[in-house]
């Protein structure tokens, strides 16, 4: 009702002043005439402007309970907003500092003039210095060793600017300062962060002290254990040496005294037997000189075809059997013991397939790997035995063929399975994942 009259106020305001003038003037020329008097003009103007200003206000205040609300749900929206945001912060912060204060890391954040503003608990206990004795520091004078300070202020002026340095997003190795002034080998990762448009640093810091001696420590075994193996080597090599010249001397005997003895005579059968003893110890030497050389040579791409055909021209007796290599342009990363594996193979072959007419390689690509599949056409090994025959020491012969193909297959990263079917030849299928390929 008050809304009303305020807006009828105006309207009968303006009716009474114009009646006013009517009865004044007596007729309509004659408030004609008195409305437009150039002298009452800016009066009347000022009047009539009453009337639409009474009709606004009425307006507003019919319209008063609709705008309160409005505004009232305006500022809960608003208010609800920030207290959500205001949550999330709070619950950000909290994650951040029970992160930060459990992990083994120190966490240092440090403005753009290089202060310390957050400082962790592991910070505390690296470096001896409390939150309050670090916060507000500045980090290079507390804890950096002065031979660093003229490149960390070169390189702090440069992220102050751009928020990049040389170190940013980088895990560096450095030495630090702690407050007793013990200096310590860390590892920094250094992040940037810019906070209310200016650059702020992250730095985790790991103290690699423990690391540091356990890799000196394992620099001086492995340097002791290629002392030993260079010593063992040479003792190898010349035991060998010495031990083949008393062979030989053995050999050169045997086949004298056979010359002599009639061809039915029963000291042949235990002279032919000493005979294959001393080709076996002649195996044996050469399987020890190919374990001293294990992981010697730095791995790099080696051609299949071209190994398989060096270790073929090995074996006299393959002459009268069927070489297949299909391994044309395929290359693995290895060394050149790759040659000693097939030499293996084929003399397993020849020593164990008994009726061999044809020996073959051939590769199979996969997705994520290459098998290199090597196959003979005599009697094959039975089912029993397809996981036996890599062990060490078993066989009819030396026992150390196959073992030392399990063993350049470990160290090449490959795997190797028996795969045939016996009486239709032995079948060796050498997985070689993509990583180990070239």
Known sequence: MKAISISSLGVILFS????????????????????????????????????????????????????????????????????????????????????????????????????ISYWNPAAERMFGYDSREATGKKLHSLLAPKRFHEDYLKGFTEFKKTGKGSVIGKTLELAAIKKDGTEFPIELTVSALKLKGVWHSVGRIRDITERKIAWESLDRTMEELSLVNEKLGVVGRLTRHDVRNKLSAVTGNIYLTKQTLPPDHNALKYLKETESAINQIEEIFDSARTYEQLGIEELSPIDVQESFERATSLLPDLRRIEMVNDCSGVKVLADSLLDTLFYNLMDNSLKHGEKISKIRIYCKAGKDRLKLVYEDNGIGIPEAEKEKIFGEGYGKGTGVGLHMIKILCNIYGWTIQETGKQGKGAQFTITVPNKTQK
């Open 16 to 115: 009474l002043f114009i009646i006013e003038i009517w009865i004044e003037q007596g007729s309509i020329a004659g408030l004609l005439h008195h409305l437009f008097d150039p002298d009452m003009f800016i009066h009347h103007i000022l009047i009539l402007s009453l009337v639409p200003a009474f009709m606004l206000v009425g307006f507003f205040y019919s319209k008063k309970e609709q705008i309160v609300n409005n505004l009232s749900e305006l500022v809960a929206e608003r208010t609800e907003k920030l207290e959500r945001m205001n949550a999330r912060t709070l619950e950000s912060e909290q994650k951040f500092h029970a992160i930060t204060a459990s992990g083994q890391d120190s966490i240092i954040l440090i403005d753009n003039d290089g202060i």
